[in-house]
């Protein structure tokens, strides 16, 4: 494949052995944004850098961001729509480059101005999808979100016509950040990844946001690589992992061991990259020190993890999320159109998710054993694959008990481990 | 306020307590035995904030203190905020907002629903993680009173408790 751009990064880093990690980063100031992103360079471990853009940029609420940078008030995140040309160009230069290439993160249904923009300043990577950056996020309805995102990936694909290699990765093994089942997640994220291929990328991540069990997230993202093989020829694919993204742990010692574990899963299933969280997390949005932090602390135990082999046969996971794709693949050629269909009929449906154009039937539990599972299948096709439980009716105790529970288990072991100390700055 | 990335207002464990700290499995069927109210609670999320669980978690608690409750999800627009709470007079009005823009987007959003008339009486609360660096200032607080909220939940565990002492001192009965 070309060289050059984030996926030949990835791609050449994962020859050489090692796992890229990357922060979750994102400034409104310039000045605080470049240290970002030359601190993230400087840490120790394989990095690439990110561009976290603010929530109004997101929304398309360009009077507020614009707004805010006009009185100085900080935002979280950087408004790159809003900031003129020159300072998003000397926030980057002499950083971003084939040896450090920075990747634009937003979570925007609504994207073209942002892939505008970026392609402007000459970055080449960023992430998303019309179904994982509208459904849990927003009220533009999926219709759009689809014609949205077809049209920008259309014009971020003409990267190739100048002999560059744009790169996407889905959000898809995100959606909601907790509590829906994994083979849902390797679905959608597998779904993305085919509907940016048929919309001319060749430069691919998928991705897969570790749960609340280590099994079963090793057949999640096993699930999801050979998902992808099938489904991906003749691309430069790779499957990022991301740390928890839901309640996260609030002692230091939870949360790094959280990390930590991230970090061997996405090493031991020979995944590429890992998007980390930091000790800051549970409390307020992170310090580039606190970012350095987390990425060196999983850079170092992703070079101590060893890798497991792929178990082979079909896991449950794998056997739920194939037979999910295929669904809704032989509803329609085009992958964005099917997307549309499997929602309308509930083939695809995103437990707790409030917008309207998901039907909400289906629902999840943890098991006595942490792993997450289906309550109610509402009508995803996976009658015969699933055991059919009884549905049942959960209580907000129930819900925010199993929203807590990585946070309860990790930091009680953090406690049982060894007084902490009380992370500053933020609201306990 | 209850928010997804807060300490959960109950006890810890790995078996999950209700709010008032009875033990239950976390899948357990539960048969809440609450009156209804006849009243009704808007939950909006903030203008520019896409997270949704903990209007999933308000949503569930109200409905199990009796309310009826209209969960107008993430990234509420200002004008419909104002629109459903026209066409609902709720007896409360809750925004909930995680995303660190809490503090901007509610002053607008409160500024908005108090320029209406019919909804200058309503009672309307914000809480959840309001900046980005943390807990908020006095001025911050007071100023989000200033602008029209009865009350203000700060990000601290104390939140879910006193937020449930206000929803108990509710009248029992639609407010016109």
């Given amino acids: 494949m070309s060289g050059g751009g984030f996926g030949s990064y990835v791609r050449r880093a994962h020859l050489a052995g090692d796992l890229v990690v990357q922060p979750r980063m994102g400034m409104s100031d310039p000045a605080?944004?470049?240290?970002?992103?030359?601190?993230?360079?400087?840490?120790?471990?394989?990095?690439?850098?990110?561009?976290?853009?603010?929530?109004?940029?997101?929304?398309?609420?360009?009077?507020?961001?614009?707004?805010?940078?006009?009185?100085?008030?900080?935002?979280?995140?950087?408004?790159?729509?809003?900031?003129?040309?020159?300072?998003?160009?000397?926030?980057?230069?002499?950083?971003?480059?084939?040896?450090?290439?920075?990747q634009v993160r937003h979570g925007s249904a609504a994207p073209l101005d942002i892939f505008r923009a970026l392609l402007r300043v000459g970055l080449d990577a960023s992430e998303g999808g019309p179904v994982s950056y509208c459904l849990p996020y927003g009220r533009i309805p999926?219709?759009?979100?689809?014609?949205?995102?077809?049209?920008?990936?259309?014009?971020?694909?003409?990267?190739?016509?100048?002999?560059?290699?744009?790169?996407?990765?889905?959000?898809?093994?995100?959606?909601?950040?907790?509590?829906?089942?994994?083979?849902?997640?390797?679905?959608?994220?597998?779904?993305?990844?085919?509907?940016?291929?048929?919309?001319?990328l060749r430069s691919i991540s998928a991705s897969y946001a570790q749960q609340t069990h280590r099994e079963q997230d090793l057949e999640a993202?096993?699930?999801?690589?050979?998902?992808?093989?099938?489904?991906?020829?003749?691309?430069?694919?790779?499957?990022?992992?991301?740390?928890?993204?839901?309640?996260?742990?609030?002692?230091?010692?939870?949360?790094?061991?959280?990390?930590?574990?991230?970090?061997?899963?996405?090493?031991?299933?020979?995944?590429?990259?890992?998007?980390?969280?930091?000790?800051?997390?549970?409390?307020?949005?992170?310090t580039v020190a606190e970012n350095v932090a987390a990425l060196e602390h999983a850079a170092a135990r992703a070079a101590r993890t060893e890798r497991v082999a792929d178990g082979g046969g079909d896991s449950q996971t794998y056997a739920e999320a194939a037979a999910l794709v295929s669904a809704v693949l032989n509803l329609d050629p085009d992958v964005g159109r099917a997307m549309l269909l499997a929602f309308q009929r509930g083939y695809l449906d995103i437990p707790y998710c409030l917008h309207p154009d998901n039907q909400g039937r289906t629902r999840s539990y943890l098991d006595g054993e942490?792993?997450?599972?289906?309550?109610?299948?509402?009508?995803?096709?996976?009658?015969?694959?699933v055991e059919a439980g009884e549905s049942r009716t959960v209580s907000s105790g129930e819900l925010l008990g199993a929203l807590s529970h990585i946070r309860w288990k990790y930091d009680d072991g953090a406690i049982a481990a060894g007084p902490g100390h009380a992370l500053a700055g933020g609201a306990a | 306020m209850p928010l997804p990335d807060e300490p959960a207002p109950v006890e810890r464990g790995e078996t999950v307590p209700d709010e008032r700290g009875g033990s239950g499995a976390a899948v357990a069927r539960k048969a809440p035995a609450v009156a209804k109210r006849d009243a009704t609670v808007i939950v909006a999320g903030g203008t520019s904030d896409s997270h949704t669980w903990n209007l999933v978690f308000l949503q569930l608690l109200l409905e199990e203190l009796g309310f009826d409750v209209v969960n107008l999800g993430p990234c509420v627009p200002t004008e419909l905020l104002v629109r459903e709470s026209l066409a609902h007079r709720p007896a409360l009005l809750v925004v909930s907002s995680v995303n660190g823009h809490g503090y901007q987007d509610g002053i607008r959003m409160i500024g908005k629903v108090r320029e209406r008339a019919e909804l200058r009486a309503v009672p309307a609360v914000i809480g959840g993680k309001l900046g980005i660096e943390g807990a908020q200032s006095a001025e911050q607080l007071a100023e989000l009173i200033a602008a029209g909220y009865d009350a203000v939940f700060d990000d601290g565990a104390e939140g879910i408790a006193s937020f449930q002492r206000l929803l108990d001192s509710l009248p029992q009965r639609v407010l016109t």
């Fill in chain 1, 142 to 200: 999926l219709r759009e979100s689809v014609r949205n995102w077809s049209r920008s990936c259309e014009l971020f694909s003409r990267l190739r016509e100048l002999g560059r290699e744009p790169h996407l990765e889905t959000f898809g093994g995100c959606m909601l950040g907790q509590l829906c089942p994994p083979s849902q997640l390797v679905a959608i994220s597998a779904l993305e990844a085919l509907f940016f291929h048929q919309h001319g």
């Fill in chain 1, 32 to 102: 605080l944004m470049r240290a970002g992103l030359l601190a993230t360079k400087a840490a120790a471990g394989r990095t690439v850098g990110t561009v976290t853009l603010d929530s109004y940029t997101r929304v398309n609420d360009l009077e507020s961001a614009g707004l805010a940078l006009l009185e100085g008030v900080p935002l979280n995140g950087y408004p790159i729509v809003s900031h003129d040309l020159e300072t998003t160009r000397r926030v980057l230069d002499g950083i971003h480059g084939p040896d450090f290439p920075v």
């Fill in chain 1, 221 to 286: 993202v096993f699930a999801l690589r050979r998902l992808c093989a099938e489904l991906l020829p003749g691309t430069d694919w790779h499957v990022v992992v991301y740390a928890y993204m839901g309640v996260y742990p609030t002692t230091p010692h939870g949360a790094l061991a959280l990390l930590g574990e991230a970090a061997e899963l996405a090493a031991a299933t020979g995944s590429e990259r890992l998007i980390v969280k930091t000790v800051a997390e549970s409390v307020r949005i992170p």
């Fill in chain 1, 370 to 385: 942490g792993r997450l599972r289906w309550a109610d299948i509402g009508r995803l096709p996976l009658a015969g694959v």
